[in-house]
């Protein structure tokens, strides 16, 4: 299995741009999160999902932050507008329930 | 809220065993994980135990729980370079839940 995918890897824009990242969990599992890491605030679970229903979204930092899950193997987190206090890596993770969660490689966001 | 707290900074000759500590505070906690980052890479899962267990062995790691006092260890036998990461400790009341994770213990392995 590939793992978690996470695209773009790397995203640099500018304050007020929309923001897309996007998420391929694990074949087969259920759960899928959204975390965020910043060194002042270590990692943040964001919002996720079960069976592609959002279950928990209390760590979504405003309504600037959106997140989609249409289908089992697809996710997205939106931001817009974009600030630069955004910045950070941002993490998806999957779960097949009673196991433990994988991460994805991150996405490494940069906005000026 | 619940907490996860663990030592932000470990130094640790190559060839000597490493012990990273974590103190939890949720009772209800079932799995208690460790996770290990890489500079520049995401969480990679290193190993897990139940909240019904007291140790759990894989290769060079052990890892023990003290259910009453609330605290998890992560010992790494004859630490390499390659363990020089960030290590989060992790904690779930059930196998749905979302993780409460500690602020990252940072373990740099010296020559």
């Known amino acids: 299995d590939a793992g978690v995918i996470q695209s773009p890897r790397h995203e640099v824009t500018e304050m007020g741009q929309e923001v897309t990242l996007r998420c391929k969990p694990i074949s087969g599992h259920n759960s899928l999160f959204w975390y965020r890491q910043t060194m002042m605030r270590g990692l943040e679970l964001l919002i996720y999902f079960n069976n592609n229903v959002p279950i928990d979204d209390s760590g979504m930092p405003e309504d600037r932050f959106s997140a989609k899950m249409p289908n089992a193997s697809f996710s997205t987190l939106k931001i817009q507008p974009s600030e630069p206090r955004d910045s950070a890596v941002y993490f998806c993770?999957?779960?097949?329930?009673?196991?433990?969660?994988?991460f994805g490689p991150g996405t490494r966001l940069l906005v000026l | 809220g619940e907490d996860v707290e663990q030592s932000l900074f470990l130094s640790v000759r190559e060839g000597d065993s490493s012990v990273i500590n974590c103190t939890y505070t949720d009772s209800s906690s079932t799995y208690l994980y460790w996770y290990k980052q890489e500079p520049g890479a995401g969480l990679q899962l290193l190993t897990y135990i139940f909240s019904n267990m007291d140790m759990k062995q894989d290769q060079r790691l052990t890892v023990l729980l003290n259910k009453k006092d609330k605290h998890l260890s992560l010992r790494i036998a004859d630490t390499q370079t390659g363990d020089s990461a960030i290590y989060f400790c992790a904690e779930t009341p059930d196998s749905w839940g979302k993780l409460q994770f500690g602020a990252g213990t940072q373990v740099v392995v010296t020559p």
């Open positions: 993770a999957s779960q097949l329930r009673g196991e433990t969660q994988y």
